[in-house]
Nanobody, 114 residues
Framework: QVQLVESGGGLVQAGGSLRLSCAASGIIFSIWTMGWYRQAPGKQRELVARITGGGNTVYADSVKGRFTISRDNAKNTVYLQMNSLKPEDTAVYYC????????WGQGTQVTVSS
């Protein structure tokens, strides 16, 4: 069964940090480029960062230099380290394959207070 389970969100003050995790099951994890996405209230879901199976990364301009995506193929898990958080980072964060999207998980809420 294909499943994505995100965790690690929470409430943090501006300038703080959080580390998100996403555990995948039911897919051959290591061959897929994985992405972290976010959706703020009233906005479309956007790609924040992606990472290939070999570890090459790409970031949205809005998070470059503050967020770091990584993965552990042995654990079928992708991570998002978020530093220097800003109120505009407030959103529900999801992981998924970068292409060939599979059913979305429940996401994890990140709220950054000013």
């Amino acid at each position: 069964q294909v499943q994505l389970v995100e965790s690690g969100g929470g409430l943090v003050q501006a300038g703080g940090s959080l580390r998100l995790s996403c555990a995948a099951s039911g897919i051959i994890f290591s061959i897929w480029t994985m992405g972290w996405y976010r959706q703020a209230p009233g906005k479309q879901r956007e790609l924040v960062a992606r990472i290939t199976g070999g570890g090459n990364t790409v970031y949205a301009d809005s998070v470059k230099g503050r967020f770091t995506i990584s993965r552990d193929n042995a654990k079928n898990t992708v991570y998002l380290q978020m530093n220097s958080l800003k109120p505009e980072d407030t959103a529900v964060y999801y992981c998924n394959r970068w292409s060939s999207i599979i059913p979305w998980g429940q996401g994890t809420q990140v709220t950054v207070s000013s």
